[in-house]
């Protein structure tokens, strides 16, 4: 079956929500927003039109679209929140358009997940890369200090129990992290698995109205 006008606008619209959405985008950036709020009404009226798409087809743009909304739910969050938000998007399963070589939405929620995973770590040292820097700094000219015979002993053992300290703080912070993200992943997968079991029997009832 031929594509609608309808289909063929929500679908260029999609493409660019997620090229967006791929891009570093400031805070004043107010396009994405806008755009997924239009396709939200255009999943609302490609449902109800005569020549509306397979069953299939509709939750894979229904889901491109949640996961859109999802994304931009998540960025007014911080730190470990909007990395567990981000853990629970279900990006789409198919590409938008033909030229995509994987789903656009999956590139974009690998990469949110790595920039979340980034800020919550800074977050979890209690530090922003600035202050990161600082730390390194402040070590170095220590260090530098011992060697110029201008620190004492006692000093420099706490410039090394620091380091320690802060050393074992990320270790327990990152195991806990892992144990969240694995419970995460659990969670996600049975998620999953309903969508599946859901989609199967849509087909189904489908089939038998042919």
């Known amino acids: 079956m ?6 063929i606008n929500f ?8 090229s967006i ?3 570093k985008r400031v805070e004043t950036e107010w396009r994405l927003e806008k755009y997924v709020g239009a396709l939200e009404e255009m999943l609302v009226a490609l449902r109800k039109s005569p020549s509306k798409p397979t069953v299939e087809v509709m939750t894979d743009y229904t889901r ?3 996961f859109l909304k999802g994304l931009l739910e998540a960025e007014k969050l911080s730190g470990t929140e909007k990395a567990l938000a981000n853990q629970f998007l279900a990006p789409g399963r198919t590409p938008t358009i033909a030229n995509e070589r994987m789903p656009v939405s999956k590139t974009v929620h690998m990469q949110t997940k790595a920039r979340c995973t980034g ?3 800074n977050e979890l040292l209690g530090t922003g890369l600035s202050n990161k820097g600082n730390l390194e700094t402040d070590l170095r000219n220590r260090r530098g200090l011992v060697l110029d015979e201008r620190q004492s002993a006692a000093e420099l053992d706490a410039v090394l129990q620091h380091h320690h300290n802060l050393q074992e703080k990320l270790a327990e912070d990152m195991l806990n992290l892992a144990r969240n993200l ?3 992943t659990l969670v996600a997968q049975n998620i ?5 079991q859901t989609l199967t029997q849509s087909m189904r009832q489908a089939q038998l109205r042919i």
């Open 21 to 23: 959405a791929s891009e």
């Open 11 to 18: 679908i260029r619209l999609l493409s660019r929500c997620e």
């Open 64 to 66: 491109k679209v949640d």
């Open 192 to 196: 999953i698995k309903q969508d599946n």
């Open 119 to 121: 800020e919550m770590r």
């Open 2 to 7: 031929a594509s609608s006008r309808l289909e």
């Open 182 to 184: 694995k419970n995460n």
